[in-house]
């Protein structure tokens, strides 16, 4: 397959992913359980994809513990974003959780022994600069708005913890042991979230009326559960082709087009397909937050 194509399907995946959980945010708003829910079955998709995909191969020790330590970030990931979204719009939600670049930049700089260019030093002002024009002015939504700040950022530092334990691995003598290691990690991420989904889901039903309770019975269980195979196949394609892509392109190449594209895509669809309605601030803050991430990116070494 050429470089172009499954660069074209990466950022298709990534974007098929990102509107299965709006999608699914907007179809099912009920609660945490619903968010952990759409993890557990995610992740457990990704990772019979992946096995029928490449098989598992051996595992070392070092690949088993870091893939359960992966799978536990990737899960806090996961339902952060889709809470995030639950409460604030898809756009700008995409542009802050993109900023985790800055984390795999500063690592490198500190574990890796990469340098710090002129460049993502202006990206990480121009990203400081959007999250100032995030936030609206209208004083009755401040208490959503930081609800959904406080999550993005949240999903902002695990994503940026995802990049660096994937760094770690590859930089180690392990990297073959690749499949291997997404698969436990999408496993583990998916028995973890199963189990607090169960907790939610007890915890929420003491809570809800016998109206609710019927309403719930009532929902469209096959779209819903498409939704989240449909998620899960988008995770295992992204996944792996950003992998074989990471190493046949440049990095200045490779990653400014994931990030800012993926950008792109998604304020796209925010748009065309969810209607959603950015303030002049905000749609600044947006084109702020794709230079950024371009900019960290480092295109110009």
Same mark, same amino acid.
């Given at each position: 397959?050429?470089?172009?194509?499954?660069?074209?399907?990466?950022?298709?995946?990534?974007?098929?992913?990102?509107?299965?959980?709006?999608?699914?945010? !907007?179809? $099912?708003?009920?609660?945490?359980?619903?968010?952990?829910? =759409? /993890?557990?079955?995610? *992740?457990?998709?990704?990772?019979?994809?992946?096995?029928?995909?490449?098989?598992?191969?051996?595992?070392?020790?070092?690949?088993?513990?870091?893939?359960?330590?992966?799978?536990?970030?990737?899960?806090?990931?996961?339902?952060?974003?889709?809470?995030?979204?639950?409460?604030?719009?898809?756009?700008?939600?995409? +542009?802050?959780?993109? =900023?985790?670049?800055?984390?795999?930049?500063?690592?490198?700089?500190?574990?890796? !022994?990469?340098?710090?260019?002129?460049?993502?030093?202006?990206?990480? +002002?121009?990203?400081?600069?959007?999250?100032? #024009?995030?936030?609206?002015?209208?004083?009755?939504?401040?208490?959503?708005?930081?609800?959904?700040?406080?999550? *993005?950022?949240?999903?902002?530092?695990?994503?940026?913890?995802?990049?660096?334990?994937?760094?770690?691995?590859?930089?180690?003598?392990?990297? !073959? $042991?690749?499949?291997? =290691?997404?698969?436990?990690?999408?496993?583990?991420?998916?028995?973890?979230?199963?189990? =607090?989904?169960?907790?939610?889901?007890?915890?929420?039903?003491?809570?809800?009326? $016998?109206?609710?309770?019927?309403?719930?019975?009532?929902?469209?269980?096959?779209?819903?559960?498409?939704?989240?195979?449909?998620?899960? %196949?988008?995770?295992?394609?992204?996944?792996?082709?950003?992998?074989? #892509?990471?190493?046949?392109?440049?990095?200045?190449?490779?990653?400014?087009?994931? /990030?800012?594209?993926?950008?792109?895509?998604?304020?796209?669809? %925010?748009?065309?397909?969810?209607?959603?309605?950015?303030?002049?601030?905000?749609?600044?803050?947006?084109?702020?937050?794709?230079?950024?991430?371009?900019?960290? *990116?480092?295109?110009?070494?």
């Amino acid at each position: 397959m050429s470089i172009p194509l499954t660069l074209i399907l990466s950022l298709a995946a990534a974007l098929g992913g990102s509107i299965a959980k709006k999608y699914y945010t !907007d179809n $099912e708003p009920t609660g945490l359980s619903g968010g952990f829910v =759409f /993890n557990a079955v995610a *992740c457990l998709t990704a990772a019979v994809i992946l096995l029928c995909w490449g098989g598992f191969g051996a595992s070392s020790v070092f690949t088993i513990v870091l893939g359960v330590a992966f799978g536990a970030i990737t899960a806090l990931q996961g339902i952060t974003n889709i809470a995030a979204l639950q409460v604030g719009p898809m756009s700008y939600t995409s +542009v802050i959780i993109s =900023f985790s670049t800055l984390i795999s930049s500063l690592s490198g700089v500190m574990f890796f !022994d990469e340098s710090l260019g002129w460049a993502q030093i202006v990206g990480m +002002v121009l990203m400081l600069a959007s999250f100032v #024009l995030a936030a609206k002015n209208d004083v009755d939504e401040k208490k959503a708005n930081l609800k959904w700040l406080f999550l *993005c950022l949240v999903a902002f530092v695990a994503t940026g913890g995802i990049g660096v334990m994937q760094k770690v691995h590859q930089s180690s003598e392990y990297r !073959d $042991e690749l499949n291997a =290691f997404l698969i436990i990690a999408f496993v583990s991420s998916a028995v973890l979230c199963a189990f =607090f989904a169960a907790l939610m889901k007890r915890r929420e039903s003491r809570f809800a009326d $016998e109206k609710e309770k019927k309403k719930n019975s009532k929902r469209q269980v096959w779209l819903l559960l498409g939704i989240m195979l449909a998620s899960g %196949a988008c995770v295992a394609v992204n996944n792996k082709f950003n992998l074989y #892509l990471s190493g046949v392109m440049d990095s200045a190449v490779f990653f400014p087009i994931v /990030n800012g594209g993926g950008l792109v895509l998604t304020t796209l669809a %925010a748009v065309l397909l969810f209607k959603e309605k950015l303030s002049t601030k905000q749609w600044i803050g947006v084109v702020l937050g794709i230079a950024s991430v371009v900019f960290l *990116c480092n295109p110009f070494a």
